[in-house]
C-alpha cells in the first residue's frame, strides 16, 4: 500500500491560514482519522493530499515521492488515490455499475477486466444484485456503498474520506462504521478520514490527531486520547467532560484545588504551584450519584437540577452551591428533581490542566 508524510504543512486562503505547520507520519495500511471542530483545517489536509488543493507550505509525500509542495503538485489522477466524498459525487443517470466502471473506462481499461473488477467490487460492498439498479433507486446507505466501491474498484494506495456519513441517519451511520473499519482491514489499504463525530473517530480509528485551529492538539489512539487527553480542549472535544476552574491550595504527593467555597477537590494528576489557576475535568461516567450519605475526600452534598433518561443512562446534573456537576448512571437511576444526593469523583479520575483565558 502506501506511507504518507506531511512536513510542515500550511495552508492558506487568502489572509486566512486553515492549517498552521502540520506535521504528520501516516503508516502503511493504517486507518488514521482527522478529527476536530468546523474550521479546525481537517479537511484542508484531506484536500491537499487528494491534490485538490494546492499547498501553501511544507510538503507532502506518498512513498517518499513528494507529491505536494508549494513549488509543485501532481496531479489528483496520478496519485494513486480513491476518494469518498460527503455528497458521494455520483452519476444520477448511470447504474450502479456504470457508476463503479466510470474511472476505469476513463483509464482505458479493457471491458473484460472491468467487468471482473466491478464485480469484485460490489461483492465487497455487499451490492452484486444492485448492479443495474438507478442511483435513484438507493437508498443513503447503499449510495454510499457505490461511492465507496467506485474508489476501491481502482486499487488505489490510498483511500480518502471527507465526511462520507453525515448524510445518514443515525442507526445507519453507526452500523456503516463497523462496515468501513472491516472492509478497511480486510483490504489493507491506508487510509485518511475526515470527521467531526468523536464517536465515529473512536470506532474506525487506529489513531486519531485531533486539530484545533490548524494546528495538531494530540495524536493518539482513541483509547488513549479518550482517558489521557493532554489539553483541556481534547478533554473537552473527546467525549463528555465536567471542567470547572480552581486555584491550587496544596502540594505534595496529592494537589488540593479550590473550586468554591463549597467545593475542595483533592487531585494525583499533575505537578502545579501553589496559588495556579487551574482547570479541573472529570468524566460524568466516573461521578458516583448516592441517595445515601458518602465518607472521604472528593464527596458533596448537593440537590439535583435536571434528569433524563437516556435509555442505557440517565443523564444527571447536580448542583453543589454555584458549581454544577454531571453524571451519567449506568445502569439508569430515577431521580426527582431538587432530591438531595451524595457525589463522590475518586482522586485518580480527575486532571489538572493549567488555565488559559481560552478555556
Known amino acids: 500500500m502506501a506511507q504518507i508524510s506531511i512536513r510542515g504543512l500550511v495552508k492558506k486562503y487568502g489572509q486566512h491560514r486553515a492549517v498552521a505547520d502540520v506535521s504528520l ?76 466502471s466510470f474511472g476505469l473506462e476513463l483509464k482505458g481499461i479493457e471491458s473484460s477486466q472491468i467487468k471482473q473488477k466491478v464485480d469484485r467490487a460490489l461483492s465487497l460492498v455487499g451490492l452484486t444484485e444492485y448492479a443495474t439498479r438507478a442511483i435513484s433507486q438507493l437508498s443513503g446507505g447503499q449510495q454510499q456503498r457505490v461511492a465507496l466501491a467506485r474508489a476501491v474498484v481502482l486499487e488505489p494506495s490510498v483511500l480518502l474520506f471527507d465526511e462520507p456519513l453525515s448524510n445518514l441517519d443515525a442507526k445507519l451511520r453507526e452500523h456503516m462504521r463497523f462496515e468501513l473499519r472491516q472492509l478497511q482491514k480486510l483490504l489493507g489499504i491506508t487510509t485518511v478520514y475526515v470527521t467531526h463525530d468523536q464517536q465515529e473517530a473512536m470506532v474506525v480509528a487506529d489513531r486519531i ?16 486520547i479518550y482517558e489521557n487527553p493532554t489539553t483541556v480542549f481534547g478533554a473537552d472535544f473527546i467525549g463528555l467532560a465536567n471542567i470547572h476552574k480552581g486555584q491550587v491550595i496544596q502540594t505534595g504527593e496529592t494537589t488540593s484545588v479550590q473550586l ?44 439535583v437540577s435536571h434528569t433524563f433518561f437516556l435509555g442505557n443512562v440517565a443523564d444527571v446534573y447536580i448542583n453543589i452551591g454555584n458549581i454544577q456537576v454531571r453524571s451519567q448512571l449506568s445502569p439508569p437511576q430515577h431521580l426527582d428533581i431538587g432530591q438531595s444526593v451524595w457525589i463522590h469523583i475518586p482522586t485518580q479520575a480527575l486532571r489538572l490542566y493549567a488555565h488559559s483565558s481560552k478555556t
Open 25 to 100: 507520519e501516516i503508516e502503511d495500511g493504517e486507518f488514521l482519522v482527522l478529527l476536530g471542530p468546523s474550521g479546525c483545517g481537517k479537511t484542508s489536509i484531506l484536500r491537499c493530499i487528494a491534490g485538490l488543493e494546492n499547498v501553501t507550505g511544507g510538503e507532502i509525500s506518498i512513498d517518499d515521492k513528494v507529491v505536494s509542495s508549494s513549488e509543485f503538485s501532481l496531479p489528483p489522477e496520478k496519485r494513486s488515490i480513491g476518494m469518498v466524498f460527503q455528497s458521494y459525487a455520483l452519476w444520477p443517470h448511470k447504474t450502479v455499475a456504470e457508476n463503479v
Open 209 to 224: 490527531v485531533l486539530l484545533c485551529e490548524g494546528l495538531i492538539d494530540q495524536i493518539s489512539t482513541p483509547v488513549d
Open 260 to 303: 468554591s467555597d463549597h467545593m475542595q477537590i483533592v487531585c494525583t494528576h499533575g505537578q502545579f504551584a501553589t496559588g495556579q489557576s487551574v482547570d479541573v475535568m472529570s468524566r460524568p461516567e466516573q461521578v458516583r450519584v448516592s441517595t445515601s450519605p458518602l465518607q472521604g475526600a472528593n464527596v458533596w452534598q448537593g440537590q
